[in-house]
Structure formats: C-alpha cells, structure tokens
C-alpha cells in the first residue's frame, strides 16, 4: 500500500524559513518523480515543484523560484522541501505527491501539513 | 504557462443527475490531461489520467474525454458521496497548472 506523510510545517514569520518533509513507503521509490502541491486557506490546487527519479531534474512554479529548493535522499524514501523567504501568501496546506514528470498525474497524495505565514 | 479554465465553477444537482464539466486548456496539450476529486479537509484523488482512463479503484460512473484543447468530465449518475470539488490538471509541459475547480453539490 502507498503510503505518504508530510511533516514540518508550522507557524513561521514572513522572511523566515520551514523544511517539509515526505516519508515515502509502499513502492519503489527512486523509480518515480515526487512533487508538491499547494492549497492556499479555500482556494484551489497549486503545483509547487517536481525532483526526478534519480534526484537531478527539478522544476519549480514561478511564485516559488529561487525561495523553494527540493530535494530527495532515495536511502530513505523521503522528500524535502525548503521554503526560504516565506511570504503571507505562502500559507497553505503542503500536500506531497507521486509523480509529476513524464506527463504523469499524482496518483497518490499525502494528507497535508499546514503551512502558516505570519507575524 | 497553460491556462485551464473549468465551467461550471459550480454546480447544484441531485442524486441520480447526469453531471458534466468542461475543462478547456489555452493551447494543445494533447490528451496530457487529468481530473481529481476532493473532499472537505481531505488530499485530492486521482480520477482519469491520459484525458479518458480511469484510475484503478475508481467507480465506473465516472468517465472522460476529449484531447486538444477541449475536455470533460461526466458522471453518468450522481451518488451521494460524489459531491465534492472537482479539478482538472495539464501535465503537459512545465509548470503544471490546475484548473479552478467545480464545486458540486446537493439541489
């Protein structure tokens, strides 16, 4: 069974910086890009970023360029996500995803860790 | 960047109701397209990928079509657990983009 659990986020001052986390199990990992989406307090889905299989290739969404760094350790079937200068409008809920690249969908989906900008 | 603008934005019907949303992308994405449905306070869940093919596990009323720039949703008949929001999404080309979402609920 494909499993996913984020972690990390929080409450964090604009300007401040947060690390999510993705424990991955169920499948074989390294096989698969990973992604994260974002879902800003009732709003819609946003796509945040993509790391390829083998941890290399990586593409951001422009509103997160040059903040936001993924990453991945295939030793540990887990996906990070560095958020740096945070903004207001960063706050959402962080959902990780399998897949993202090869123009496949999100399959599976995690159940979300809460993001929380403010002063 | 490739917008996906979705039609309804909401959608009042009953159990039983046949239910259709259109999905239109602002340049050809081939059949690149998916639809997920979520739930309140829940992740969303993969319906169809590849614009028409439905996701193991996903109940047979539920179907799509369309490639190009066009594509729909349809649920044949409407049951109570599907009311929720639905959202298409191109993984077409960088940056992925998702549609704005139909709200479907209870008449």
Known sequence: EVQLVESGGGLVQPGGSLRLSCAASGFTFSDYAMSWVRQAP????????????GGIETQYAGSVKGRFTISRDNSKNTVHLQLNSLRAE?????????GGDSHLPFDYWGQGTVVTVSS | DIQLTQSPSFLSASVGDRVTITCRASQDISSYLAWYQQKPGKAPTLLIYGASTLQSGVPSGFS??????EFTLTISSLQPE??????????????LTFGQGTKVEIK
């Not at chain 1, 960063?90 to 399998?98: H, I, L």
Request: with cysteine.
């Open chain 1, 42 to 53: 009732g709003k819609g889905l946003e796509w945040v970023s993509v790391i390829g299989g």
């Open chain 1, 90 to 98: 960063d706050t959402a809920v962080y959902y990780c995803a399998k």
């Open chain 2, 64 to 69: 799509g079509s369309g490639s190009g720039t």
């Open chain 2, 82 to 95: 599907d009311f929720a929001t639905y959202y298409c999404q191109h993984v077409n080309s960088f940056p």
